[in-house]
């Protein structure tokens, strides 16, 4: 398998490395979106939600907190932003799990661009939910 982010965690491919542990790494993207902004990706490969081991996505989501909260002790960063691209359709460009943790300051010009949300009846929603209940 060809996966450049299991290539960094076996050290074949350069990182910036923020944090290490037996389940996540944590590394610095290299086209990054904003100043600091990193991913972290569980060690064990999964392409995405679907075969993601729960236990390897609690790690990542702490881990990705826990970085989080420390960017926002830094005296420039006024926000963070967790983001994770699931599908070609979400925009996801790398196939090994990952969780962007994308710190935010005033008028960065960071951010997800879409159609201004509509307010849907709650009828409308309580079939949206039926059906979401109906998938899990
Ligand atoms: P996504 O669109 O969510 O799949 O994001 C993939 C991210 O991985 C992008 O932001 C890329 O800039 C980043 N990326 C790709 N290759 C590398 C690499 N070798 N080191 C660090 N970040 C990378
Ligand atoms: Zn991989």
């Known amino acids: ?8 965690v076996a050290r074949e ?3 910036s490395v923020v944090h290490e542990d037996e389940a996540v790494l944590a590394f610095l993207d290299i086209r990054p ?7 972290v990706i569980p060690k064990r490969h999964a392409a995405g939600l679907g075969t993601l081991d729960p ?15 420390a960017l926002r002790t830094a005296p420039d960063v006024d926000g963070v932003n967790l ?8 925009g996801q460009e790398v196939f090994h ?3 962007h943790v994308i710190p935010r300051r005033e008028g960065d010009g960071f951010g997800l661009r879409g ?12 079939r949206t939910a039926a059906g979401i209940r109906a998938l899990l």
């Open 115 to 126: 159609p201004l949300p509509s307010m849907p009846p709650r009828a409308a929603l309580d």
């Open 13 to 15: 491919a350069d990182a």
């Open 55 to 69: 236990e390897d996505a609690g790690a990542m989501f702490r881990v990705a907190c826990t970085i989080g909260a």
């Open 83 to 90: 983001l994770q691209a699931d599908g070609v359709a979400a």
């Open 1 to 8: 398998m060809n996966c450049i982010f299991c290539a960094i």
């Open 97 to 99: 799990a990952h969780l």
């Open 33 to 39: 979106f904003t100043p600091g902004h990193l991913l």
